[in-house]
């Protein structure tokens, strides 16, 4: 069972939540991306992979904040989705000491900088954001762990797409896991650029 090998606090939250059962894809998905491999994650809507996503990032970063720069990327398509997550992932971090923050075109990118300058674990952002905050040396990567990508079927975009090569060629080491419903010819091309020796699970 996933959920017994997970760090004491998430197995109390998810308690609290009354999640007792994890999905096929949380079965499947926990352990592998554990082990710190590439994962690309495919499963249909309402499967889990959000929920996932947050037990995984929680779990890399032992719930505890550490430092000042950013230890966990999540990109996301859009504003609503952004604060939909962070919203989400409160939830989860509400008992411990991690901090989760989130940005996105419409604020102000010397305001992010800034904010994320006092000290974050979690960033949330969209590729765009997250690109130009790179290009002014708004943020760290040399702490980062796992870099997450949820619902990436929006990729699909170029503008979008550029963006995000541009992050990742930035990143030096890191863990990379992406969720979407189905594998695309434009998802697996980032093979080439930062899955290499990817794992994919595909429920």
């Avoid at 990032?57 to 230890?71: I, M």
């Avoid at 409160?90 to 800034?114: A, F």
Wanted: proline letters at 4%; a positive charge.
């Amino acid at each position: 069972m996933p959920f017994k090998k997970l760090h004491s606090d998430i197995q109390e939250k998810l308690g609290h939540l009354e999640i007792t059962i994890p999905t096929p894809l949380q079965s499947t998905s926990i352990p592998v991306i554990k082990s710190g491999a590439n994962v690309f994650c495919m499963a249909p809507k309402s499967s889990g992979k959000t929920t996932t996503l947050i037990l995984t990032t929680l779990q890399k970063l032992k719930c505890e904040a550490v430092g000042n720069a950013p230890r966990a990327v999540v990109l996301v398509e859009n504003k609503e989705k952004a604060i939909e997550l962070y919203d989400t992932f409160l939830t989860y971090t509400k008992h411990n000491s991690l901090r989760v923050y989130v940005g996105y075109e419409e604020l102000h990118i010397d305001v992010q900088k800034s904010e994320i300058f006092m000290g974050v674990d979690i960033l949330i952002s969209t590729p765009k954001t997250m690109n130009k905050l790179f290009l002014l040396n708004g943020v760290s990567t040399s702490q980062l762990k796992i870099f997450s990508i949820d619902d990436a079927d929006f990729l699909a975009q170029a503008s979008v797409y550029n963006a995000l090569i541009s992050i990742t060629q930035s990143i030096k080491k890191c863990q990379f896991v992406l969720y979407s419903e189905k594998m695309t010819p434009k998802l697996e091309r980032f093979e080439s650029y930062f899955m290499e020796h990817s794992k994919i699970i595909a429920i």
